[in-house]
């Protein structure tokens, strides 16, 4: 059974950092794509990022790109999502999901597998 946990999140000040990490069991990430996700009190769960051993530039949504970065860590099982010049509207609660298929995937619907979440929140 696959498992995602996620941690790191927190409360940080407007153009602060904060890593995110979501650690894996029962799945590899050669065979897995992992997306981190967000939502917002009364939003859409929103895909930002995306990464795949069989993609070699990660997906990222125009809300965060230039900002976030996803890498992996195949020996942990590990993916991280390193949030720099973080914004109030970045406030929200961050989901890593995985799909069973490799490739770049942003919609939650194309997720087989969810953590159970970690806040994040920026204050102004």
């Known amino acids: 059974e696959v498992q995602l946990v996620e941690s790191g999140g927190g409360l940080v000040q407007a153009g602060g950092s904060l890593r995110l990490s979501c650690a894996a069991s029962?799945?590899?990430?050669?065979?897995?794509?992992i997306g981190w996700f967000r939502q917002a009190p009364g939003k859409e769960r929103e895909g930002i990022s995306c990464?795949?051993?069989?993609?070699?530039?990660?997906y990222y949504a125009d809300s965060v790109k230039g900002r976030f970065s996803i890498s992996s860590d195949n020996a942990k099982n590990t993916v991280y999502l390193q949030m720099n010049s973080l914004k109030p509207e970045d406030t929200a609660v961050y989901y890593c999901?995985?799909?069973?298929?490799?490739?770049?995937?942003?919609?939650?619907?194309?997720?087989?597998?969810w953590g159970q979440g970690t806040q994040v929140t920026v204050s102004s």
């Open positions: 029962g799945c590899t990430f050669d065979d897995y794509a």
């Open positions: 999901a995985a799909n069973r298929h490799s490739g770049l995937f942003y919609k939650p619907y194309q997720f087989d597998y």
């Open positions: 990464i795949s051993s069989s993609d070699g530039s990660p």
